[in-house]
């Protein structure tokens, strides 16, 4: 399941499963044409493609030329839009533009294109007479070059909107709501299974990790079973999206296994590491993303505080959906009801810092930003359903407030910074609102 996780992610992700597919599927309408062609007693394309077998080598020589040469424009837009994406919104991004569907499809559709033509070229016959041509293969060909260029056309149009700040914003934006989604909605949390004994730390064994790597998936399920199989206690000093370093003793187990090395293996099995994090059961993964957008927005070189506050209002968004989700526990108990697994867990508070707190230090000089801060956290207080999430924003608050006293000499601007803490701050202190 591991493996299946993050090869669906790797996937997902890919500029190649969909012209691959489609590679194929130029190969059938290629062997499909030709031989509903050559098989039927007439054609039905006499008024597309008509000619000696010349003439249809010519036409269908033409179009392969001219589907390339599209194609060759469809790349180099490709690499030029993912330098500019890199450059302007970070490397890290680049994940966001290969996962859009349309520019996956438009490249496909010039592989397609491109194969099924080279098909019906080598099978034509540059001497063969006007009956023995395959019109309805030729003609085929002729409404997928036709396509091709619907497809450039759109695929440019899509291009010069996917490279634009808010476009970027606005998909990062999907990929986090997706994320928030797969949490259950906030309900009474489970009775907690335990607490690990007092003597742990000092009779548990040490377990080394196999792989370095970010931790991209974790089968938290197999490793209760696997401790309530051997009677043991199992806590993980590390969460997905963490990097670790093989040989790290990330793992304690207690009581210590009489062949550490074969727990080890097994233990090893379900953890997954891997050369980038994914969001497979990393929260903060989009979070970061988000993040990322706004700091280099904020940059000198680039300056553009608008952008850095739509991702505040994103961010926003997704910590009042957040607000109604229970998020995962850090103690999971086995079938017989004790502890048997504890583990690093992102909570409310760890996903408002991850927000906030890059965002409010490189934005710390500016009063609009530190502004616009204080005005999404005293609009997330209705969301809030909780006093550890309440905290959270308050601590955010008095962050941004100590912010501008430090690193704001304009005084007006300071008393504009203060005004909206206070107004957040009231904002906290208010009951939720009914039926929240």
């Known amino acids: 399941m591991n493996w299946l ?10 500029l190649w499963l969909v012209p691959a597919l489609m590679f194929l599927i130029g190969i059938g309408l290629a062997v499909a044409a030709l031989d509903f062609s050559l098989g039927s007693g007439k054609s039905w394309a006499k008024w597309i493609a008509s000619g000696s077998g010349e003439d249809a080598r010519n ?29 302007s919104f970070g490397p890290r991004l680049i994940r966001i533009f290969r996962l859009d569907r349309r ?11 491109i194969v099924y033509l080279l098909l019906v070229l080598r099978a034509l016959r540059g001497a063969a007479p006007a009956a023995a041509v395959p019109e309805v293969a030729v003609a085929l060909g002729s409404l997928l070059a036709l396509l091709s260029v619907l497809a450039l056309l759109a695929f440019i149009q899509g291009v010069a909107s996917l490279i634009a700040a808010d476009e970027v914003v606005r998909r990062v934006r999907h990929e986090l709501n997706s994320a928030i989604s797969d949490l259950p909605p906030l309900g009474a949390a489970d009775a907690p299974p335990g607490e690990l004994p007092p003597d742990f730390d000092r009779c548990a064994a040490k377990i080394r990790l196999p792989r370095e790597g970010y931790v991209q998936s974790v089968e938290f399920a197999k490793i209760v079973d696997w401790a309530e199989k051997n009677g043991s206690v199992v806590r993980l000093d590390f969460r997905p999206g ?3 370093v093989e040989g790290d003793h ?45 700091v280099r927005a904020l940059s000198p070189g680039i300056n553009d505080p608008f952008t850095a506050m739509a991702v505040i209002d994103r961010l926003r968004g997704g910590l009042a959906r957040l607000a109604g989700r229970t998020l995962p526990p850090p103690a999971l108990a086995g079938a017989d009801g004790d502890l048997r697994v504890i583990r690093h867990v992102t909570t409310y508070a760890g996903a408002v810092d991850a927000a906030f707190n890059q965002i409010r230090q490189a934005g710390s000089s500016m009063p609009s930003i530190l502004i616009h801060l204080l005005k999404a956290i005293e609009a997330l207080a209705e ?17 941004a407030r100590s912010a501008a006293r430090r690193e704001i000499g304009e005084g007006e601007d300071r008393q504009d910074v203060e005004e909206a803490y206070d107004r957040a701050r009231r904002a906290l202190l208010a009951p939720a609102p009914e039926g929240g």
């Open 383 to 399: 969301h809030m359903r909780t006093e550890e999430q309440r905290a959270a924003l308050r601590r955010q608050a008095e962050l």
């Open 242 to 244: 963490e990097f670790v």
């Open 5 to 14: 996780r993050v090869s669906a992610d790797a996937v997902r992700t890919s």
């Open 250 to 294: 990330k793992v304690s187990v207690m009581p210590a296994p009489a062949d550490v090395e074969a727990a080890r293996r097994e233990i090893g099995r379900f953890i997954v590491s891997g050369d980038g994090r994914t969001p497979t059961q990393d929260l903060e993964f989009a979070v970061r993303h988000l993040v990322e957008v706004a």
């Open 103 to 113: 520019t996956q499809f438009v490249l496909g559709v010039f592989v397609m294109t």
């Open 59 to 87: 036409l269908i020589s033409t179009l392969l030329a001219a589907v390339i040469a599209m194609a060759g424009i469809a790349f180099s837009v490709t690499v030029v839009a993912l330098s500019l994406a890199a450059n």
